[in-house]
């Protein structure tokens, strides 16, 4: 079967290449993959800015259908539609698996980075990995369920949006997107969405599409004087950091009130960055750094999906053969996409 691999270290190193299905073990079942997403950390990996192991089939983000169950398997049939937590190889044993943090664990070792993943025709999976997706949630949709976790998680988990609140979103990003989103559904009274002159392109109109009315370009608007303005110069309940740019996390300082949240989500790629520290403690706000995604967050955002809360298809820019991964990468790299999708031939 054809499989987009990392094949060593360094920047590139990207290749498709002829790989045998695998075969489940006994916990395991085979998935016939249905859509995979390229994220982020795909793009990161290319690059040599996030941990992998190679040679390794890239891809975390998919959904699919079973097509064989392990002998010990007896929660899942074939046929049974499904996506995955890419938690994979949690010892289980040490503190964080035990109070319940799997997807921090030392161990974990990844589908798509750590082990084979889902840019390819077949996928392995522990069956305590997998949940159902539901009948009114297309596979194409369902490829998006792993990012809403974790802005789910980041969000409403870890940020607690409560009713009323006034959000603020730096990065429009499709995490970006889906934080407002997610934020929207939960209550919150208002989401400022803030990007760049380039967001302007693509990602800004797709927000004002998603009903959003406060999408600021920052080289039209001061994005601190208009919240400030919103909120009667209080600031913001929640700011969510989905740029990883060094002045969107600075701003957020700036546009936080004081006793107030901030959830990180966006990445730098840096080393380090410049950082207003002294701002953030007169600010006296709670800062909350996040990485992947909790047990309890996958049904929460397969409920917000199938409930039409969230509408994650305006994010869906591209739905292609895994023979035009490079298209598709550098699409995404040059802000000409949001998500995409590779659909196994």
């Not at 070792?109 to 990995?129: E, N, Q």
């Not at 209080?234 to 009130?257: C, F, H, K, M, T």
Request: charged letters at 25%; glycine letters at 8%.
């Amino acid at each position: 079967m054809l499989a987009l691999v990392k094949t060593a270290k360094g920047v590139g190193n990207i290749e498709l290449r002829d790989v045998p299905v695998p075969k489940p073990a006994s916990n395991e079942v085979l998935i016939l993959v249905k859509a995979a997403g390229v994220c982020g950390t795909d793009i990161h990996v290319k690059y040599d800015e996030f941990p992998y192991w190679p040679p390794v089939i890239l891809g975390h983000e998919f959904s699919g259908v079973i097509v064989e169950v392990g002998k010990d398997v007896t929660d899942f049939k074939v046929g049974d539609r499904v996506v995955g937590e890419p938690h994979n190889k949690a010892c289980g044993k040490c503190y964080l698996c035990r109070t319940g943090n799997i997807q921090i664990c030392p161990s974990k070792r990844s589908i798509g980075w750590g082990i084979d993943g889902a840019f390819t025709k077949y996928l392995v999976m522990p069956d305590h990995l997998l949940h159902i997706i539901p009948d009114n949630v297309s596979f194409e949709e369902a490829a998006l369920v792993e990012p809403t976790c974790n802005v789910v998680h980041d969000v409403l988990e870890r940020g607690r949006v409560e009713p009323e609140d006034f959000v603020v979103v730096f990065g429009p990003g499709p995490i970006g997107l889906l934080a407002a989103m997610v934020a929207r559904a939960e209550g919150a009274r208002e989401v400022v969405i803030i990007g760049t002159p380039k967001d302007e392109e693509l990602r800004l109109p797709v927000a004002r599409e998603l009903g959003f009315t406060e999408v600021l370009n920052l080289a039209e608007v001061n994005p601190i004087e208009r919240i400030m303005e919103l909120t009667n110069g209080r600031g913001a309940d929640l700011v969510v950091e989905a740029s990883g740019a060094e002045p969107a996390i600075n701003q957020s300082i700036e546009v936080v009130r004081k006793k107030g949240r901030i959830t990180v989500i966006g990445m730098t790629g840096k080393e380090d960055i410049r950082f207003t520290w002294d701002k953030a403690i007169f600010k006296v706000c709670d800062i909350h750094f996040n990485l992947s995604t909790s047990y309890t967050s996958w049904d929460r955002s397969l409920s917000l999906m199938a409930g039409g809360k969230i509408n994650v298809k305006p994010l869906i820019t591209h739905k292609e053969s895994l023979r035009n991964w490079e298209k598709v990468f550098d699409d995404l790299e040059n802000q000409k996409g949001l998500k995409g999708l590779f659909i196994p031939e």
